[in-house]
């Protein structure tokens, strides 16, 4: 089975220097990854360019089945395509409630104030208590989402990624800021949704990658420097002198 991703001997330089260089990369359908690297590895450029919001200089990202090319389409055509992003700092309407967050998503509309001309159906409904089921703000429904918790806030902005139904879902260093039970509970969300997609997590946490119990990409100057278990990776003496050393 072909993958869902594939990068293939993509670079981009920024002012000179070369933040990817000669980058290959490929995720399953249905897989959980995670991306490790010190800082001005690639990891926010690789996925800027998988978004669209960066351009290579050379190379190509396909997509899907039948595979698309992602360099010719726009920020907005990809995400449709079914590729969604979550950023370290969460962007929820913090003024709405999770249930309107979350039916805002569900919609496909995120202006704030389109929910209240919004009539939902009762499967609308279904799927939004479903989504909260998933995401465990079940009891949180009715609450302003400002009230929420950083972990709390991390995952409805999850939930309403998940109400896209994103193909590949690209996470951002989702332990930052959390609590331990947060972080366990996220390992949890993110390990079950990756059952039904793609799963890209950057993270520098290694005890949050360790928890995710999948297969780990080391990025370094813009290249892959190994790929395997965490165990495999962590034991790499290139490893150890470029990140885990420092």
Known sequence: MSALLEVTSIS?????????????????????????GPNGAGKTTFMDIVTGKTRPDEGRVRFGEPQLDLLRLSESQI???????KFQRPTVFEAQSVRDNLMMA?????LPFSVLRYKASKEDAARVAALAGEIGLSGELDRTAGELSHGQKQWLEIGMLLAQDPKLLLVDEPAAGMTLGEREHTTDLLRRAAETR?????????EFVRRLDCK??????????????????TGNSEVIDVYLGR
């Open 12 to 36: 981009v330089s920024f002012d000179g220097f070369k933040a990817i260089n000669n980058l290959s990369f490929e995720i399953g359908g249905q897989e959980l990854r995670a991306i490790i």
């Open 79 to 85: 995400a449709r395509a079914g590729v969604g992003r």
């Open 106 to 110: 569900l919609s496909n509309d995120r």
């Open 198 to 206: 793609a799963v890209v997590v950057v993270e520098h946490d290694m």
């Open 216 to 233: 780990v990409t080391v990025l370094h100057e813009g290249s892959v420097l190994a790929e395997g278990s965490l165990d495999h990776v």
